[in-house]
């Protein structure tokens, strides 16, 4: 039987150790909370029986639990303390793990760096001048500074994937309505979904697991029961093919970055997969299409915070609606604001069915790539997770599209609803980088055994080139 | 130059569920301010709605009782608006793809008779909370006890052609929605709303011209004379040679006046799109058949089965069949009451049963106790004008029986001739002119004669006693 109560000092002692190197993974953490939580759980007559049991998990800033405040990230939610707690965090409570604390993100999850986080913030353990990625970078670079060995964190294009592939760790995004939404504070409603990280496949996997399964709070919840814990490591992948689409390996792609898929794209022929060249045609709208549902959704979901019931209010207004802009001027960042307007323009009169509806349209095209490809006999796609390693401080600040193309590689998955996950495949001068594998729907339990065995098969930390 | 008015209603009807529509609190009126809310209800962050199955099934109830088609797959949208008691910035609504569409209602128009509006779609929604401006100084306090409470929305065809139709129209949607036990239609406490659209045009034209939307009438008859106002508003400002602008106008119930919105309050660009929090409502065709064979006999079918089976009239029938919980006492009445025929039971329900309820709604006696009544009166215990009184006293003394309560009042008749050859006797001496004139021919006088003995008799005296026993006098002595 695990001591809890040893967990949590030992936690304690690595998330301090972390922290102490201004990683800035975390918002808020305390000891005490960790100690008390520690006790309770002690205290239960459960206590050792979980899945999780002896875990500490940090939990992305956008997700609700009941021990510290939920933020996003955003001024507008400064010492929100949300009355409830998300169903992904009392499954993983209930699980037997303790809450480590609240990791920094993006605000509202809106970003690929956690520059757009207004506490500050994270820095990529790997190389501190260098971003973590996001918008769940705070959760990525927990688990690579060793403070945690699982975090969630959430996606809705690539938010999970892409940090993992920029500090080195397991990253999964799972189906959509795998995991309730529960507590998971709106972003993109239609693509959002809770995702985990681990320092290896197996640890990300078990807490997808622990975390999995229908909520009746969230009707698009999937009604299945919970993913099961991964199996033990497959010695072969005989049987098993991967596809390799054409269009995630443009001409020009970063050589290191091509120089490890290769390199893992021999590790899985090698462990007896067949690989095959496969098309998606309508990849080249993905992001397009993301920025046209992603922000009109956003413009929705973000209009609760208008001043009047919880979070920032500006008082000196001397009407509602001066209230209002003063409030939401002063409480959302920049990027926030931009992609509220954005979201607002594409859902406008006169301008719906030029860009939203027809961003649907595409996005069934999308869909329909990824599933005619798998109809075909294909298990898995395996690409870059993202285009580049890790980028620099303030390197993108000042170009949103070249930001928003860091996700080209994600935001698929995102749209067409399937499960993906990045794993480190390699090093190109010290900067992590991730390999992505996508499953069909409902395909989790397939690209982690497939993962297990590759990342069994290669080490990541040794230099492509 | 006359004109025609064009009038079509939007109405919102709250639906009797005991839950809210997307969160499990109590959608009850009433209760203190901010009791029944809930993170879903508040919209809090990472809350979510879940949609509740009463609440579908009173609106598919609501849609088959008003004809319309029942869509399989129907979907949810965001309607987006900031206003303070809208606590998540938009109200989840249907828009694209409504619950039901293209039903009818049959009624009586006061101009036109029998006539059918087209109902165009119903849809499934959420209210939102309420905001006070007078509770706190200089702020607004807003109660999100209503904020999710499931309304549909019932909207018309432009077919309504005048003020008084419109009301009529209305008495006609509440009277089915309340035989359905879909809503209870309760203007005062906000469970049945109007939004009124009205445009004029050339008597005979067939064009549809600008309308106007009036809003915020509490009553029927303030929908009545809101329109009423509108409607000579826009009359008098097209023969001043005006254009009729497209714009919102409020009801101000005291001066009778409509007044428009300032139109930054009225500008809005709702931007839905499909809620993507809700998966599409996919309802099956053997649930809909179900609920469809469940749907209670519906007023119009009521009426009509009535003129069959009592020999009821029209109008007879309307009366007794206002309310379903009416119209069943009407047929329990029938049935067990005694009363005789259908007619004779109508008299009854209708002249004095009725006559007892407070809401006019429901009647307060049980309809055996009504019986006996009617027993007492076909037994010659009790008149046809003391049982008036007799019944009231009878819901008030719930454990006495009929007769008690008439022995009590002193109201049973007196059938013995003893008594009542007294007080004949006594009559015919105190009004000899009248018995000479009588006698000479003046038959009519007859009735003066009976009135007399029965006042003798403080009314306690059988009417059809006295007849016998005044004509056998009246015989007697002169032969």
Partial sequence: ?465 | MSWETVVGLEVHVQLLTRTKMFCACSARFGDPPNTNVCPVCLGLPGALPVPNEQAVRLAVRAAYALGCAVHGRSIFARKNYFYPDLPKGYQISQFEEPLATGGALAFVSPERGEMTVRIKRLHLEEDAGKSFHDRVPGMTAVDFNRSGVPLVEIVTDPDLRSPAEARAYLTALKQVLRYVEVSDCNMEEGSLRVDANLSIRPAGASELRTRTEVKNMNSFSGVERALTAERARQIAATERGERIEQRTLLFDAASGEVRPMRSKEESHDYRYFPEPDIPPLVLSEAWLATERSALPELPAARRERFEHSFGLAGPESAVVTATAAIADYFEGFAAKAGAGSGKEAWNWVANDLLGLSGDGETIPLAVERAGEVVQLVKAGKLSRQAAKRVLPELVAASHDTALEVAERLGLLQVSDTGAIDTWVRETLAAHPAEVARYRAGEVKLMGFLVGQVMKRSQGKADPRAVNAALSAALVTTSG
């Fill in chain 1, 1 to 465: 039987m695990t001591d809890v109560r040893a967990a949590a000092r030992d936690a304690s002692a690595r998330i301090a150790a972390c922290e102490a190197k201004g990683t800035h993974a975390f918002l808020a953490w305390s000891e005490a909370a960790l100690l008390a939580q520690a006790e309770a759980m002690a205290a239960s007559p459960a206590a050792g029986a979980g899945a999780l049991s002896g875990e500490v998990v940090a939990v992305k800033d956008v997700i609700a639990d009941a021990t510290f405040p939920t933020t996003c990230g955003s001024r507008i939610l400064e010492g929100w303390r949300s009355p409830f707690e998300a169903t992904a965090v009392r499954r993983l409570r209930e699980a037997g793990a303790l809450v480590a604390g609240k990791t920094a993100c993006d605000e509202f999850a809106m970003g690929s760096s956690t520059e757009w986080c207004a506490f500050g913030p994270a820095r990529n353990p790997v190389d501190p001048s260098r971003v973590p990625g996001g918008s769940s970078g705070g959760s990525a670079a927990a688990v690579a500074a060793g403070a945690v060995t699982m975090a969630l964190g959430s996606e809705t294009g690539g938010s999970v994937r892409q940090p993992a592939a920029f500090c080195g760790v397991v990253g999964i995004k799972p189906t959509y309505g795998r995991v309730s939404r529960y507590g998971l504070v709106a972003f993109g409603s239609s693509l959002d979904q809770i995702g985990t990280f681990g320092r290896d496949v197996t640890s990300a996997a078990r807490l997808l697991a622990a975390i999995s399964g229908r909520d009746d709070r969230d009707g698009t919840t999937l009604d299945r029961i919970p993913l099961g814990e991964p199996g033990p490591v497959a010695a072969s992948l005989a049987g098993t093919v991967i596809g390799v689409p054409r269009e995630y390996f443009p001409e020009g792609l970063h050589a290191g970055v091509h120089a490890a898929t290769r390199r893992a794209l021999e590790r899985l022929k090698d462990l007896g997969a067949e690989i095959r060249g496969v098309s998606l045609p309508h990849t080249k709208y993905a992001v397009p299409t993301y920025y046209i549902v992603a922000p009109a959704e956003a413009s929705s979901n973000l209009a609760r915070y208008d001043g009047v019931r919880y979070g920032l209010r500006d008082g000196g207004a001397s009407d509602v609606r001066a209230m209002y802009r003063a409030t939401r001027g002063r409480g959302f960042g920049a990027e926030v604001r931009r992609r509220i307007l954005l979201g607002t323009y594409v859902l406008s009169a006169g301008y719906y069915d030029a860009y939203y509806r027809k961003a649907q349209r595409v996005r069934e095209l999308i869909r329909a790539d990824f599933a005619r490809v798998f109809a075909a006999g294909v298990h898995a796609l395996f690409t870059p997770t993202t285009p580049t390693p890790a980028f620099k401080f303030g390197e993108n600040l000042a170009d949103p599209i070249a930001m928003y193309l860091s996700d080209v590689y994600v935001c698929t998955a995102n749209l067409a609803w399937v499960p993906a996950l990045s794993l480190p495949i390699g090093r190109d001068q010290g900067l992590p980088i991730g390999g992505q594998l996508i499953g069909a729907m409902e395909g989790e339990g397939t690209i982690v055994r497939i993962a297990q065995a590759l990342e069994h098969s290669l080490d990541a930390t040794a230099e492509v080139r």
